[in-house]
C-alpha cells in the first residue's frame, strides 16, 4: 500500500482547498531514482505532471507535444518519458510538463482502490486491485 497525508493548501473563503499527497520514486533512463512528493489529482488523466526544473534535473528524454483540455480550454504540453516505482513494479510512463505542483493522475492510479480522509492531517491510501487477498 501506498500511504500519504492531506494538507490544507489554502482557503477560498469558507472553502478548504485539500492537498492529498504520496511520495513516488521517478527516473530517466539513467535508473537513478528520486522520491518526489507529488499531489494525487484525480481530475488528471495522464499519470504524471512535473515542473520543467524536476524534469531536467532527472534528464527525462523528450517525446514531443501533444494537446490537452483544461477547465480554462485546451493547451499544448510537452511530453517526456520517465520509469516509475508503483508497487514494486517498473512502470514506463509519459510525463506532462507542467507549471506548479507535481501530480500523480489516474493513469497511475487504474485498478487502485484510493482513499482520501479529507481533514488536515488524514491519511491518503493507494492499495492496487491485483495484490487483493479476498479478505
Do not use: K
Request: hydrophobic residues 40%; charged residues 20%; negative net charge.
Amino acid at each position: 500500500m501506498i500511504r500519504g497525508t492531506v494538507s490544507i493548501l489554502g482557503r477560498e473563503g469558507p472553502i478548504i482547498l485539500w492537498e492529498p499527497r504520496i511520495e513516488v520514486a521517478v527516473s530517466g533512463t539513467d535508473m537513478n531514482f528520486q522520491t518526489l512528493e507529488v499531489v494525487v489529482d484525480t481530475g488528471f488523466t495522464g499519470a504524471l505532471a512535473l515542473p520543467d526544473s524536476i524534469i531536467q534535473e532527472l534528464g527525462l528524454t523528450y517525446q514531443g507535444q501533444r494537446q490537452i483540455r483544461l477547465a480554462t480550454g485546451r493547451q499544448s504540453v510537452y511530453i517526456y518519458g520517465a520509469v516509475v516505482s508503483w508497487f514494486g513494479d517498473l512502470r514506463a510512463v509519459l510525463v506532462h510538463q507542467v507549471d506548479g505542483n507535481p501530480l500523480v493522475g489516474n493513469a497511475l492510479l487504474t485498478n487502485c482502490l484510493l482513499t482520501i480522509d479529507f481533514r488536515e492531517g488524514g491519511e491518503v491510501n493507494i492499495r492496487p486491485h491485483w495484490l487483493d487477498t479476498g479478505d
